[in-house]
């Protein structure tokens, strides 16, 4: 499956690792022996449109290295003149040109005879038309034979292509599509609205639409009764309409809502089946700021400066928690910092949480205030943050406050938190000491802006890690497992030198400790706009 289903995981296409120089050659000479065996007016017209499509970009260009096509050359050795690849079932051909776009899976019919019709047959559409004549396309999927689609995914824009787009979203509905994800790549489907038919569908499990502030707000009742995983990306929902959306999802389990906009309450409780949740929010696509979900399992929060009240999530038992900050005017309402900890209020059965750094900051300055804390039954803490001063208030504070606290995971990012300037012009409105609110032993670790040059410039001294850790096992009793994902720190023998210090620590603490190196992680605080 593609990306948008399977997380951009693609198999390999190689099956035999011989190359055969004379593979390509030998076919499109086969191919061109046979084109007459083909010449009907309908057949031609249909692959015409399907080599129309193939070819369309590439007219006064030498032609582009194709990797699927390659992965043949390479891997079509013969053993007495038959070609391993060609000698595959069709099932399992299809399989590897499902795993593919359409385009290139097309090009596989120059290959020879055998190959000529595979692609037609294959139950996995992935087509990018935002550069192609509608025409092709239709010709394309006229030459489409399958009975059935298990994927079909679109990415379009929509100059001059609004009826088209109808009728390939009716194609796949007719397909009974299993999987559908629609992409549109332009600011004109504001204009575009989904036509009646999409709204039934007793066939999709896993629909995925991703627009510029596409209206999916539905003139019709809905009715995708097989609906399990729901994806929507800057779409434009009101309260009403999302309620039709869910009325008619009986199966929904997963539902993911990134920038989506206009819609202000999220009451989940008439969907028992919906275990996980995922929103991101900003000033421009503000989406929910209130949530009822006594069913769901699993939320991941990304928000905006705008509070999000977690009315009953009583079933929660795992949870992602972060903020986009925007400017002062956010940082000096108090509402923000008191938000978080009431935040933290509904998580009272939460086993498995992660916190993000601003998020953090924000706990800082609510413990710094004098704000009460939550107890909470944490046993899996993930903390992504940079190592600097302005989180570990509140990172000493969630942890005293967590007494069943089995492991607790750093996993340090970059790019993610307040000015420190911010910080304490906060603390002077509230007549608070900036120098007695950063301890004297918290000092040694630098503000956001120094740890910014660091990661640009210098390493970070591996003590000035270790430190980090003393400090937040200090602050915890029952810790049995402490992680931490170095992301931009320490070069090698500041990495040795570390380990050191981290088995002095495990010792004296009696907590088993794993340090590791880490993908770069960024975390912005900025969020996209209209």
Same mark, same amino acid.
């Given at each position: 499956?593609?990306?948008?289903w399977s997380n951009?995981?693609t198999?390999?296409?190689?099956?035999?690792?011989?190359?055969n120089p004379?593979?390509?050659?030998?076919s499109?000479d086969?191919e061109?022996?046979?084109?007459?065996e083909?010449?009907?007016t309908?057949?031609?017209e249909?692959?015409?449109?399907?080599?129309e499509?193939?070819?369309?970009e590439?007219q006064?260009?030498?032609?582009?290295?194709?990797?699927?096509r390659q992965?043949?050359?390479?891997?079509?050795d013969?053993?007495?003149?038959?070609?391993?690849?060609? @000698?595959?079932p069709?099932?399992?051909?299809?399989?590897?040109?499902?795993?593919?776009?359409?385009k290139s899976?097309i090009?596989? @019919?120059?290959?020879?005879?055998r190959?000529?019709?595979?692609?037609?047959e294959?139950?996995?559409l992935?087509?990018?038309?935002r550069r192609?004549d509608?025409?092709?396309i239709?010709?394309?999927?006229?030459?489409?034979?399958?009975?059935?689609?298990?994927s079909f995914?679109?990415?379009?824009?929509?100059?001059?292509r609004?009826d088209?787009?109808n009728?390939w979203?009716e194609?796949?509905i007719s397909?009974?599509?299993?999987k559908?994800?629609?992409e549109?790549r332009d600011f004109r489907v504001?204009?575009y609205?989904f036509?009646d038919?999409?709204?039934t569908n007793?066939?999709?499990? #896993?629909l995925?639409?991703?627009?510029?502030?596409?209206?999916?707000?539905p003139?019709? @009742?809905v009715s995708?009764t097989?609906?399990?995983?729901?994806s929507l990306?800057?779409?434009?929902l009101?309260?009403e309409?999302f309620?039709?959306?869910?009325?008619?999802?009986?199966?929904?389990e997963?539902?993911?809502?990134l920038?989506c906009?206009?819609?202000?309450c999220?009451?989940l409780?008439q969907?028992?089946?919906l275990?996980r949740?995922?929103i991101?929010?900003?000033d421009w =696509?503000?989406?929910?700021t209130?949530?009822?979900?006594?069913h769901l399992?699993?939320?991941?929060?990304?928000?905006?400066?705008l509070?999000?009240?977690l009315?009953?999530?009583?079933s929660l038992t795992?949870?992602d928690?972060?903020?986009?900050?925007?400017?002062l &005017?956010?940082?000096t309402?108090?509402?923000?910092?008191h938000?978080?900890?009431k935040?933290l #209020?509904?998580?009272q059965?939460?086993e498995?949480?992660?916190i993000?750094?601003? =998020?953090? #900051?924000?706990?800082?300055l609510?413990?710094?205030?004098?704000?009460p804390f939550?107890t909470?039954k944490?046993?899996?803490l993930?903390?992504?943050?940079m190592?600097i001063?302005?989180?570990?208030p509140?990172?000493?504070k969630?942890l005293?406050n967590t007494?069943g606290?089995?492991?607790?995971?750093?996993?340090t990012?970059k790019g993610?938190?307040i000015?420190?300037?911010h910080?304490?012009?906060?603390?002077?409105?509230?007549?608070?000491?900036?120098?007695?609110?950063w301890?004297?032993?918290?000092s040694v670790?630098p503000?956001?802006?120094e740890?910014?040059s660091m990661?640009v410039?210098?390493?970070?001294?591996? !003590?000035?890690?270790a430190? =980090?850790?003393?400090?937040?096992?200090?602050?915890t &009793?029952?810790?049995e497992t402490?992680?931490v994902?170095?992301?931009?720190?320490l070069?090698?023998?500041? =990495?040795?030198?570390?380990?050191?210090?981290?088995?002095t620590l495990s010792? !004296?603490?009696d907590?088993?400790v794993l340090?590791?190196r880490?993908?770069? &992680?960024?975390?912005?605080?900025t969020?996209? #706009?209209?």
């Open positions: 499956m593609e990306a948008y951009g995981n198999p390999s296409l190689s099956v035999i690792d011989k190359p004379n593979l390509l050659q030998s499109e086969d061109l022996a046979s084109s007459e083909h010449s009907d309908d057949g031609t249909s692959y015409a449109g399907a080599s499509y193939m070819h369309e590439s006064d260009l030498p032609p582009p290295r194709d990797p699927l992965s043949f050359k390479r891997s079509g013969s053993i007495d003149g038959v070609d391993f690849i060609s @000698s595959l069709d099932v399992i051909l299809h399989h590897i040109l499902s795993s593919v776009p359409t899976a090009r596989t @019919s120059l290959l020879s005879k190959w000529r019709y595979v692609w037609s294959t139950p996995s992935s087509i990018d038309c192609t509608p025409n092709s239709d010709k394309t999927l006229a030459f489409f034979s399958a009975p059935k689609i298990t995914h679109l990415c379009t824009s929509l100059l001059n609004i088209p787009l009728s979203i194609f796949a397909h009974d599509a299993e559908l994800s629609l549109f504001r204009d609205k036509p038919f999409f709204y007793s066939s999709v499990k #896993q995925l639409v991703n627009s510029g502030s596409v209206d999916l707000i003139r019709c @009742s995708w097989s609906l399990k995983n729901l990306s800057f779409c434009t009101s309260d309409s309620l039709k959306i869910l009325s008619g999802s009986p199966l929904l997963s539902l993911e809502l920038y906009a206009e819609y202000m999220l009451d409780s969907s028992p089946r275990k949740l995922e991101d929010r900003s =696509f503000m989406g929910p209130k949530i009822v979900a006594p399992h699993c939320l991941r929060l990304r928000h905006s400066r509070p999000c009240s009315v009953d999530v009583s795992e949870a928690l972060n903020i986009y900050f925007c400017d &005017k956010t940082l309402a108090d509402f923000l910092q938000n978080v900890v935040m #209020q509904m998580l059965n939460v498995k949480l992660t993000g750094g601003t =998020f953090l #900051q924000m706990l800082s609510a413990a710094l205030c004098g704000v939550p909470l944490i046993k899996t993930t903390l992504e943050t190592i001063r302005s989180v570990i509140g990172i000493t969630l005293r007494s606290l089995r492991k607790l995971t750093i996993h990012v993610s938190s000015s420190e300037l910080l304490n012009a906060y603390l002077r409105l509230h007549s608070l000491n900036q120098r007695q609110c301890r004297s032993k918290d670790f503000g956001s802006l740890t910014i990661l410039g210098k390493h970070a001294e591996s !003590n000035l890690v430190l =980090f850790m003393e400090r937040l096992l200090k602050s &009793k029952s810790l402490m992680v994902l170095l992301v931009g720190y070069d090698a023998s500041g =990495f040795e030198e570390l380990l050191a210090m981290a088995t010792h !004296n603490n907590v088993f340090i590791k880490s993908y770069i &992680k960024c975390v912005s605080n969020f996209p #706009q209209r």
